[in-house]
């Protein structure tokens, strides 16, 4: 970040507050993420005018009217495609793309694995509710299979998504996964994702409470998400449970949950998160884990260091200035063979 883009002053949430009436219903996880994004940006330490929000279609994609800075409202898909080009044509921004699992993982799939590629230092906020809200409850990718919406009334019969598997297979740099029912888990996660260079991707399992209401309730509900959700940090043991006795050990290649105490297992024994591994392989498998087996991972899965593209691309820009004897556009237009029409 340039010295030229960081906030001096003293910015608040109310800063960050927009007028305009919310057009998302009683109940909807989005209002929760909304607050903690305006509690976020203050401490990114980025100037307000120096930050843009991207979306694409979906009740997500209104986000741009619902925060006071600077915003696109883009086309179905095309969120990821415009954060580039934003990007890239200004490095100093601070570009955050808002998105949903049909708008980021259906039409704009293509443009979703190439902006993690390629990691340009953007942050994607990836509302995942399991299906189509705005357009009235059809079946999106990571809807689950059988389940019953207005484009299955006999069940899905695909398989679904797994937008942490889609990030790790196109070599993304940073991913990370919250649920919208805790806001303080969303806040460190966004700051965090501010803070790295790349594409930081962040999966919020959103509830929807028209369409599919209490989608994530297995995971979220507060008598088992001490249970069902392990939220991992950098350097920690991978614990979890209601008496944090419970962890992750690895057992012949693949990741199995273990109970301090029983046969033998010590604290000695639990795995330690490094989200800073190159090798991506744990990650992987975090980022798969499921329910009833092994407990949802949560937090900052990955957060490697890797070229940046806006980077590289501005190195190679300055050695072509510096290097090519062809100055002016003139120039180029009479360099090489040429020849004259009478």
Known sequence: MSEGNINTGELTRSDFK?????????????????ATVQNALPETGVKKENIVFVSGIGCSSRFPYYIDTYGVHGMHGRAAAIASGI???NPNLSVWVVTGDGDMMAIGGNHFIHILRRNINVNILLFNNKIYGLTKGQYSPTTPM????????????????????????????????????EPKMMKEVMIKASEHRGTSMIEVLQNCIIFANQIHNEITGKEVRKEHQIYLKH?????????????????????????????????DDILIHDVKDPDDTVHYMLTRMSLPDLPVAMGVIRSCECPVYESMLFDQVEYARKETSIKTVNELLRSGNTFQVD
């Open 18 to 34: 927009f007028p305009n009436p919310l057009k998302l219903f009683a109940g909807c996880g989005g209002h929760s993420v909304l």
């Open 87 to 89: 990007k890239v044509a």
């Open 146 to 181: 059988g389940s019953l919406t207005k484009t299955s009334p006999d069940g899905t019969i695909e398989n679904p998504f797994n937008p942490g598997e889609l990030s790790m297979g196109a070599q993304g740099s940073f991913f990370a996964r919250v649920v919208d029912t």
């Open 235 to 267: 350097g920690e043991p991978m614990l979890y449970g209601t008496e944090s006795n419970k962890g992750l050990v690895l057992e012949k290649g693949r990741l199995k949950s273990v109970t301090l105490g029983e046969n033998g297992i010590t604290l």
